[in-house]
């Protein structure tokens, strides 16, 4: 059985950074894309950057310059590195994966975490 958990959310001031990293358990497929996507309050979920296993990465236009997706060295665990926060990025973070490495924007992901808090003030 497939799982994703967040962790590394939290309160933080604009301008200022946090990482979030997600454990992936339960996959062993060496063919992937995992990616991270936020729902901000009262909107709908939207992608912020995806990676897959041949080492493609792409970002929302409102995270490019600021945030970073990489993995572990094992690559079953994410991150998302994001500097320059804005009270905009405040939203419920979630990683997700799906198991093949077509990765563009809108794919359908396979398997999802819990999502983690992000609160960025001004």
């Known amino acids: 059985q497939v799982q994703l958990m967040e962790s590394g959310g939290g309160s933080v001031q604009a301008g200022g950074s946090l990482r979030l990293s997600c454990a992936v358990s339960g996959y062993s497929d060496s063919s992937y894309c995992m990616g991270w996507f936020r729902q901000p309050p009262g909107k709908e979920r939207e992608g912020v950057a995806r990676?897959?296993?041949?080492?493609?990465?792409d970002y929302a236009d409102s995270v490019k310059g600021r945030f970073t997706i990489s993995q572990g060295n094992n690559k079953y665990t994410l991150y998302l590195q994001m500097n320059s926060l804005k009270p905009e990025d405040t939203a419920m973070y979630y990683c997700?994966?799906?198991?093949?490495?077509?990765?563009?924007?809108?794919?359908?992901?396979?398997?999802w975490g819990q999502g983690i808090q992000v609160t960025v003030s001004s």
């Open positions: 997700a994966a799906k198991a093949d490495s077509w990765c563009y924007a809108g794919v359908a992901f396979d398997y």
């Open positions: 990676i897959n296993s041949a080492g493609y990465t």
